[in-house]
């Protein structure tokens, strides 16, 4: 954390923050770094202590007598509940206050069985995971999840997504409190897919897309190094963007010709049962291709075409210096991504691809549940918060 905000540094919550970046400090170089008082110092440390947010380390190195203490973040003083969940699966997690997930389970399910079945499964499965831990719920300081469609961040109600039938305007939040009094925030799996991602392997990076290619298509952007998601949450719904020179294909959304339609798993897939490949699942295919398939893998390569069209108009516009490609149809290989680098690199303006990389997700299926723990942590570690809930 940037001693930049010392100067802000008048609470225990600001003080805090000088500290989550994992080095220990004396209270002296608190002192300095904050301009505040010795006595100030120990009576904000103590507050912080006291709450577990601070942990005492070892001695620090002494030129001569008792050597000084050390504080530094306490990154298991709580823990945050976290799911990404897709059209067919969910993974499950608990992750300590660095968004570092402690325990992950991976769950199959329906979105389309409604909020009802689904997040009692998700409530159900947490229970157990926390049971596993040997961690109190008293312990839990927030719940992050990740949904399969635009989601009003607001409230955390998922808006008129086109593959979650019964959801649209359900409270989310309130049901998940009813088992987890604490804090409740819902986006968008692709946007927490890409904070994820962002804060974990490129936290560098300026202007970046996350693509997730599975049984729907979505990207999660990063704009200036913050998550952006539009008015209503639906930025980066390119699965419903038609695709270029696309035959008239009906997508579940009500239209035709949509990417999601012609270029998603279940489009794979029935391209693949048409050659006579007996392939049903995302799982499946990524397994026929990487068998060396030589069918499946012009098939799935023409997909990554069809996509990277879609995705040059996206580079064009948007500028970024990063695409990540995850998903579970990334993991059949390099296929994919060759397709997808085709038609960026053709159809994108040469200014806008000349220092664009783009890259396999490093994070891989923990992407989304990392970014739903940076989202809640970046809430309840807030200095504001912090501050609040010592008082």
């Not at 040997?134 to 086109?162: D, F, K």
């Not at 009094?181 to 991602?197: I, K, R, S, T």
Request: charged share 15%.
């Amino acid at each position: 954390m940037a001693e930049a905000l010392a100067t802000n540094a008048a609470s225990p919550g600001h003080l805090l923050q000088l500290l989550r970046d994992g080095r220990p400090r004396t209270r002296a170089e608190l002192s300095s770094a904050t301009g505040l008082s010795r006595s100030t110092v120990r009576t904000r440390l103590d507050m912080l202590l006291h709450a577990g947010l601070v942990a005492e380390a070892d001695s620090g190195i002494s030129t001569g007598g008792r050597p000084a203490d050390l504080f530094v973040f306490n990154t298991r003083a709580r823990v945050v509940l976290t799911t990404e969940v897709g059209a067919t699966h969910a993974v499950v997690a608990v992750n300590d206050l660095t968004g570092a997930p402690l325990a992950v389970h991976k769950l199959s399910l329906n979105i389309s069985d409604g909020p009802d079945t689904v997040l009692a499964s998700l409530v159900e499965q947490w229970q157990a995971l926390l049971a596993e831990l040997e961690i109190p719920v008293s312990q839990v300081a927030g719940v992050g999840i990740g949904l399969p469609g635009p989601v009003e961040h607001a409230t955390g109600r998922p808006a008129n997504p086109p593959i979650m039938p019964g959801w649209n305007g359900f409270d989310v939040p309130g049901r998940v409190r009813a088992d987890f009094d604490v804090p409740v925030l819902v986006d968008n799996e692709v946007n927490l897919m890409a904070l994820g991602e962002h804060s974990t392997a490129y936290p560098g990076v300026d202007h970046l897309i996350l693509v997730k290619i599975a049984t729907g298509i979505g990207a999660g952007l990063i704009s200036n190094y913050r998550l952006h998601r539009g008015t209503a949450g639906a930025a980066g719904d390119i699965g419903h963007i038609p695709g270029h020179n696309s035959p008239d294909v009906p997508c579940r959304c009500g239209n035709t010709g949509c990417l999601e339609a012609i270029a998603g798993g279940g489009a794979i897939a029935a391209l693949l049962r048409e050659k006579g490949l007996h392939v049903e699942t995302n799982a499946e295919i990524v397994d026929i291709v990487r068998s060396g398939n030589v069918v499946a893998g012009q098939i799935l390569r023409a997909a990554g075409r069809t996509i990277g069209d879609v995705l040059a108009t996206c580079v064009n516009m948007f500028n970024p210096a990063l695409i990540v490609i995850s998903g579970s149809l990334a993991q059949a290989g390099e296929l994919l991504l060759a397709g997808i680098r085709e038609s960026i690199y053709r159809r994108s303006l040469p200014l806008a691809t000349e220092n664009l990389r783009i890259v396999h997700s490093q994070t891989g299926d923990q992407a989304g549940v990392i970014g739903a723990a940076v989202m809640v942590i970046q809430e309840i570690l807030d200095p504001s918060a912090v501050d609040r809930q010592l008082a």
